[in-house]
């Protein structure tokens, strides 16, 4: 910064600025608060149905969002610009304080260019001489110095913030000058440590490595220049690199305790920068995608998907650069299969590979089972993905069916759902215990719960999660499908029930109608805002058996169900004529009627995850009801979130037919029926084996019974609609259904093995 520029500085057309950014943002606030609450509300409450209940959500949804991102991106630039005036007048006040006490030293100060000069005066000389003349003169240039280090970071800083996005905002929150600053100054740092050949990184350079990551992982400016300025091959180098044991003889020995925490500070990062639609950080992605399929050098028998997919298992990462990257990767493991005809033997771990998987849950080696990971976090790049192309007809390959049922087998079309799920070879794994890794076909379950339910495995539907759409209706329909054709794809896969569990959780309005036997009224009874899933009743039942017999399974079956059906019931009581509004019947005739609907079907979804369950104990010799029990404690917790699990973004008490669902359940009759939802469901049988020696489930009967029936009766009663009479109806017609289910079961699973054919058998 030139002298004269700081010392005649006139700060008001700044200070403007930053009085005009302030008044922008309440501006913004009250935009903000109106989109939220006006457009984004009136959206979630809107009788929308179909497409346009999804798109225009959707849409809907993330216009809103962009006004919060507004606010934030304006807030952080007005806070950089007040925060760089601020320091600029510090800067200035400093100057002008040096020459007036140069000044009491006879020393006079005169701009000169762009520069300076300091001089004794000609007729008395300064105390100290040449030594207070180079005191002042160094201590100005610091000024100096400083004040342009503020102008370059702070216009660095701004830029790189703009720059984030290429469309709309960024939510990227800085404070001030400084930290955007040492966000770009830590980057930069750490990236050339990053750069260091693996064989010349020091124990301490991994520890700064590790902590900068740590801390800085979530930063927008940091990560994207972090990533862009080490670039794709150096990200590649500098992972393989600290794994390959020969290069790494300084590293390795002290630190490798540390690398799966270093590795998930890494994915991280990449993560948040693959979010930054900067010209570097798209050739990034460009680049990284690119070398998916290439060795790391001649050398090496390493692929970049095999380094990369492991740095992909924390974070959320940019959906068009997961499309791509999947594209990539289906592609390369067409090739090493011959389109799916044998194992990929690329991915096979072999004994001198580097683990390039740190968490002790498999070697590394599978690049789908970090991907899928990624996809977990990541659910319209999941949904993408699994609903693309694997193989179509025309191609060469031995997938086969008799889809004409004319006794000859034709080529099928696989997605990429179809082959992972059914046919894929799987590459042998073992995790650092010696067991045979799980890893990678529960990564694929949990990428399934993304990528059908439209929010992140493991967490919860909330209110601003989209109706489903086609393509997850779609999704839906093809597991429930599969797993009804191959139960064994779960049952020699328990550990995928949770996920499997959770789907059907949240699709009870897709499964309530494909139970329901009068298909015409069905969108009234049971609403969905979305597109519904065309689930068949032998496809629901063989699919709910089967996962009921795992526990996880069961309790998201279970407390689905539960959720739903007290919703839907109080929907009704509330809403009398939204069903059935037959003129020849009284409006409480057509209530009951609708209620005993939803009760039977209830009973019928509960008596064949009960028959499930019992099937497992009676394998398990009754071992299998602790873990049962335990299970449905753990689902306990989910009810005391507050979240209404299984109401499928469909319906809700407070929205007529066809809104979405909030997601909250406080103060609804599912409140209260969730929160006992314990009481009945868990019985110690294990000094026991039950569901033997013709001992019937009823014990199971009777807790769904006085379930769906409080259900009845708090459904009524909160909808200020109460019948007793109505209450006792859904009782029986629940047992109806769950006696129903049994003969369900016994004729849609014949093979598979049910409740006491065990017995049958000795």
Known sequence: MDF???????????????????????????????AHDGLQGKALK???????????????????????????????????????????????????????????????????????TVRE?????????????????????????????????????????????????SDAVYK????????????????????????????????????????????PIFSEHFASTLGPKGTLDLWAGLNEMPKNRDVFPDRHEKYAEFQKNLSLTLATATQADTPEMSRWKYDMVNMADQTLSRNSTTFGAQVMSNLMRWGDFDDRFLKDYGTKLIDTEKKMSDNGRHTPIGWQHMGMDPYLNRTGTDSGSDPMTGFLKALANSPDAATDFFNADFVTKDEDHDFEEDADNNGKNEKRALSNFDYLFEERDWPQEQDSKGKDSIEGRNNLA??????????PAGELPTANTPPHNDQQAKLVTDIFHSVSEKPELLTKNGFMSDSMGQIAAEYMPDIHRGLHPAKTDAGTLFPVAGTPASL???????????????????????VGQHSYTTSIMEHHFANPKAHLPDDNFSVNENLKKSIEDIARVSGEIEGTIGAGRAYANEVEGGTKDEEFNSAIESASTWVSSGVGIGIGLATAPAVGPGGAIAGGVAGTAAD???????????????????????????????STY???????????????????????????????????????VTDYCNGQGVPKQLEKEK
């Open 536 to 558: 068949s009743e032998q496809d629901i039942t063989r699919f709910l058996y089967t996962v009921g017999q795992n526990p996880e399974g069961y309790a998201a079956v279970n």
């Open 176 to 219: 001030d000058r400084d930290s955007a600053a040492n966000a770009v100054k830590e980057a930069e740092k750490l990236a050339a440590l990053a750069k260091k050949k693996p064989e010349d990184l020091t124990p301490a350079d991994f520890d700064a490595l590790n902590a900068g990551l740590g801390k800085y992982s979530g930063d």
């Open 446 to 455: 949990m990428a399934l719960e993304a990528a059908t339910t439209g929010h």
């Open 46 to 116: 809107a009788d929308w149905a179909g497409d346009n209940a999804v798109i225009g959500r959707a849409f809907v949804g993330k216009t809103a969002g962009e006004f919060g991102d507004a606010l934030t991106q304006a807030t952080s630039i007005r806070d950089i610009m007040l925060d760089t005036r601020d320091e600029l007048k510090t800067q200035q006040r400093l100057l002008k304080d040096a020459i007036e006490r140069g000044r009491g030293k006879n020393l006079t100060v005169t701009a000169s260019g762009g520069g300076f």
């Open 121 to 169: 005066n000609p007729d008395k000389k300064a105390p100290g001489g040449q030594s207070d003349v180079d005191g002042l003169r160094d201590e100005l240039q610091g000024i100096l110095n400083t004040a342009t280090e503020i102008d370059s970071s702070a216009a660095t800083s701004l830029k790189a913030l703009v720059d984030l996005v290429d469309h709309g905002f």
């Open 672 to 702: 209260e029926i969730l929160g006992a939802l314990t009481e009945g469901l868990m019985k110690d049988s294990t000094e026991e084996v039950i569901y033997r020696n013709g001992k019937e489930i009823s014990d199971t009967k009777e």
């Open 706 to 744: 006085k379930l769906i029936e409080a259900a009845a009766e708090k459904a009524g009663e909160n909808a200020k609609n109460p019948s007793p009479h109505i209450v006792s109806a859904a009782a029986t017609a629940a047992e109806s259904g769950f006696t129903n289910a049994q003969a369900m």
């Open 4 to 34: 004269e520029a700081l010392h005649s500085a006139n700060f008001k057309l700044l200070d403007d600025t930053v009085s005009d950014w302030t008044s922008m943002l309440a501006k913004l606030q009250s935009l903000k608060k109106d």
